[in-house]
């Protein structure tokens, strides 16, 4: 996939070329011709981002995160002058009451399996946007390809036995679904496929369940912390404005994390949160898990940012709006919504603002 794709496909890793080799005794997928999946991407946004972190002018840090610096409107009721009758209370107003939401749990309850003696993918629930894939042995590595139409998504799965849940982030379509095992080197054999058709029920569907990229339970540390956070607010946009104001405020760019990330590296928010630091995939995810577990459709996003920075930020749904991409400025709450890692990193909030706000910036690759 390239970045000229437009938003609304299939999240995965960029790639020149997303199409296996064929022998003529078997299909072979090889390294060359696999996208690369998120986890493999995540160490490529770094470098590039870190030489322009501190100057958002021709290229943005890659730690640059979103517009907090909107000034407030002044109300008319500020500039009247009116004699009221003050009350002085003397006692601290009672704290919001703190409660962890029940958050969605993704389920394989196998009324719909495409399996063998090595693996078995549950697309029982393709309904609310997503499948399940459980590879039973250990050793070899193993790859998921999810094709919708023109979109090719490729995903790592883990070995073992544990089940592990993606999204279907094309939407309602006809899916093929591919598993390859490693055979020798960088060379992968096809080992099952299976055809559905997917419809969703609700667009935002995929985008409220935890799956491998955004992972977060009813007792995770990062839903818990979203429910401090949320205590009292009302709504998608308070909720969301206190979340990110968080964020950006108290988690820092790792500059040794984004010298270093190896290959397959899959963000961990409760980690992230324990840390206060991470690179920009981490941010996003992070972010994710939190609006998703106050039940707010929230995308984690991987693309280009300008200057070909690879990267990754957030699209947040509204009834109002629906999905708040980097071109929507809300400068009622005085923020825009989408990019906390490079807000977050930024020295001046007014140039990054800018630069968050104008959708010429950004190039979207693959929703997760």
């Known amino acids: 996939m390239t970045a000229s794709q437009t938003a609304g496909q299939v999240v995965s890793e960029p790639s ?3 199409v296996p080799v064929v022998s003529s005794e078997e299909e072979i997928l090889t390294e060359d011709s696999v996208a690369p999946t998120v986890e493999q991407s995540a160490d490529n946004t770094t470098d590039t981002a870190e030489e322009s972190r501190e100057e958002p002018t021709e290229s943005p840090p890659e730690n640059t995160v979103e517009p907090e610096s909107t000034a407030p409107a002044t109300s008319a009721a500020a500039t009247q002058t009116t004699t009221v009758q003050t009350t002085i209370q003397t006692t601290a107003p009672e704290p919001a ?13 196998g009324k719909d399996v495409a399996e063998n003696e090595k693996v078995r993918v ?10 399940s894939v459980c590879w039973n042995e250990t050793g070899k590595a193993v790859k998921l390809r999810i094709v919708c139409g023109e979109t090719t998504c490729d995903h790592d799965v883990p070995t073992g036995g544990t089940t592990e849940y993606y999204p279907l982030s094309c ?5 093929t679904v591919q598993i390859y095992e490693q055979t020798e ?3 992968y054999t096809k080992v099952l496929e299976q055809e559905f058709t997917a419809k969703i029920t ?8 935890p799956n491998r990229y955004v992972k977060f339970s009813r007792n995770s540390a990062c839903v818990e912390k979203a429910a401090q956070l949320c205590a009292g607010k009302n709504g998608t946009i308070e909720k ?8 950006t405020e108290n988690v820092t760019y790792d500059r040794e994390l984004a010298a270093t990330v190896k290959s397959g590296y899959v963000p ?5 949160l324990a840390k206060k630091s991470g690179i920009c995939y981490d941010y996003a995810s992070l972010m994710a898990a939190m609006l998703r577990s106050q039940d707010i459709p929230t995308r984690l996003v991987v693309g280009y940012a300008k200057e070909n920075i690879f990267h990754a930020w957030n699209e947040i749904w509204t009834e109002q709006t629906g999905w708040i991409t980097p071109e929507l400025l809300l400068s009622k709450q005085g923020y825009n919504l989408t990019d906390a890692t490079f807000y977050a990193g930024a020295a001046d909030k007014d140039k990054i603002a800018g630069y968050i706000s104008d959708s010429g910036n950004y190039s979207a690759l693959y929703y997760y």
């Not at 969301?240 to 964020?247: E, L, Q, R, S, V």
């Open 16 to 18: 020149d070329t997303a």
């Open 97 to 109: 009451e703190v409660v962890i939401p029940e958050v969605r749990v993704p389920l394989s309850p």
């Open 122 to 131: 549950d697309y029982s629930n393709a309904p609310e946007g997503y499948i």
């Open 171 to 175: 939407g309602s379509g006809s899916y």
């Open 185 to 187: 080197g960088s060379r």
């Open 202 to 209: 609700n667009e935002t569907s995929p985008f409220l369940y």
């Open 240 to 247: 969301t404005a206190a979340i990110f104001g968080w964020i």
């Open 268 to 272: 961990d928010p409760d980690s992230v």
